[in-house]
């Protein structure tokens, strides 16, 4: 069974940073294109960031330049890194993995981040 179990998000005022990680198990890490989606209430999940099995990397117009996607095969885990943090970059982050080969689709539980001003 593939499970994905994030961590990392709390409060935090605004400028500042946060690290969010996703470990994953019950699947072969290699084969994962990991990302990371963010939804607030009666929001769609947007896509805030991708990395590829070999490390290439994608991002949203309202995070690229602040927010860094990386991923360690070693130790399963897909990290976000949440920099210059801003109030509406508060809602519920959210683990994705999808495998390239088998097209399967798996989420975290999510977790929230929540940045006051």
């Known amino acids: 069974q593939v499970r994905l179990v994030e961590s990392g998000g709390g409060l935090v005022q605004s400028g500042r940073s946060l690290r969010l990680s996703c470990s994953v198990s019950g699947t072969i890490f290699s084969l994962l294109t990991m990302n990371w989606y963010r939804r607030g209430p009666g929001k769609e999940r947007d896509l805030v960031a991708s990395i590829t099995f070999d490390g290439r990397t994608s991002y949203s117009d309202s995070v690229q330049g602040r927010f860094t996607i990386s991923r360690d095969d070693a130790k399963k885990t897909v990290y976000l890194e949440l920099n210059d943090l801003k109030s509406e970059d508060t809602d519920v982050y959210y683990c994705?993995?999808?495998?390239?080969?088998?097209?399967?689709?798996?989420w975290g539980q999510g977790t929230q981040v929540t940045v006051s001003s």
């Open positions: 994705n993995a999808k495998n390239r080969y088998n097209g399967g689709e798996y």
